[in-house]
């Protein structure tokens, strides 16, 4: 039985506790949010499946990373503007020869953690899977995706827990690549979503959706070309139309995000296209007017 901290307790966080914990993997979650500590512990990760059905699986919750010094497997799941928080607990309470995955959204998550715990300590992976988070320690799967992991001599059991739990896991050398490909998705889908609160498949049903989604993941896809990487797809609109139509009932994190009046990650995803792409002289209108709408209405919420 292989024991893994999961850093979050957000609708994704709740979704691979739940999914590692039903294989038999020791589960500890550590988070900040007392509503959601208190039902995970009360509860357990409560995960609605496809079939609408409920099911609990015992985990325990901490707030403080003291609780699970030691640790040798950490996933993390929380939102990039709390990483460098992140990267203080793992400080604390993962083992010397331990490894964080961070699959996290955005850029710049590995580089904060690495500057606190190591570059061998840390590892990189990233998610074409949604959730929604319906309560505190209740989540409901949104689609089924694939969880890539760079290739590390440390990744075997974590990467043999997330497969018994039934994730489409595949290993890559090219952390560029898969870091680059999830930062289209999500800037093509996720401020869209939260700009129109709908779901990821009710873009495809809007020609003027549409068609915004396209332009946003060809302009982060020339962003990319111009850093010399390599995309994981050769089509960026028709991969982010894939991830929408694979992913169509699920709420965007961004979106869910907006509803309850949380800090998004849209600096972290347009707004890194747009910087990076300035440093290329490349311009990115439409993902600087994503960024700038979202963030202005997460600044009034």
Not at 69 to 97: F, M, N, P
Not at 141 to 155: F, Q, R, V, Y
Not at 233 to 247: G, H, L, N, S, Y
């Amino acid at each position: 039985m292989t024991d893994i901290l999961i850093l979050g307790t957000g609708a994704l966080a709740t979704l691979f506790a739940a999914r590692l914990a039903s294989s038999g993997c020791s589960i500890t979650m550590l988070g900040t949010w007392p509503e959601g500590l208190s039902a995970l512990s009360r509860d357990g990760a409560r995960l609605i499946n496809a079939d609408g059905q409920e099911q609990g699986f015992p985990i325990r919750a901490i707030h403080d990373p003291k609780d699970c010094r030691g640790v040798r497997y950490a996933i993390v799941l929380v939102k990039s503007w709390q990483t460098e928080r992140a990267a203080h607990q793992l400080e604390e309470c993962l083992a010397d020869d331990g490894l964080a995955v961070t699959l996290q959204n955005g850029l710049g998550n590995r580089e904060i953690l690495a500057g606190r715990l190591g570059g061998s300590r840390v590892a990189l992976g990233t998610i074409t899977i949604g959730a929604t988070l319906l309560g505190p320690g209740l989540v409901k799967a949104g689609g089924e995706g694939k969880i890539s992991l760079e290739t590390h001599p440390a990744m075997g059991p974590i990467k043999e827990a997330l497969m018994s739990a039934g994730f489409q896991v595949e290993t890559v050398n090219n952390t560029d690549s898969i870091v680059w490909g999830k930062l289209v998705i999500n800037a093509a889908i996720n401020p869209l979503t939260a700009l129109w609160n709908v779901t990821n498949g009710e873009l495809l049903e809007r020609p003027a959706a549409r068609r915004l989604m396209r332009l946003l993941a060809e302009e982060a896809a020339s962003v990319a070309c111009a850093e010399k990487v390599d995309l994981p797809f050769r089509e960026p609109a028709a991969a982010v139309e894939d991830v929408a139509r694979r992913t169509a009932n699920n709420h965007s994190s961004m979106l869910q995000d907006i509803q309850r009046g949380a800090p998004t990650e849209i600096d972290a995803i347009c707004g890194a296209v747009v910087r990076m792409g300035k440093q290329h002289h490349i311009p990115a209108p439409v993902n600087q007017a994503c960024w700038q709408l979202v963030r202005a209405i997460s600044e009034r919420e």
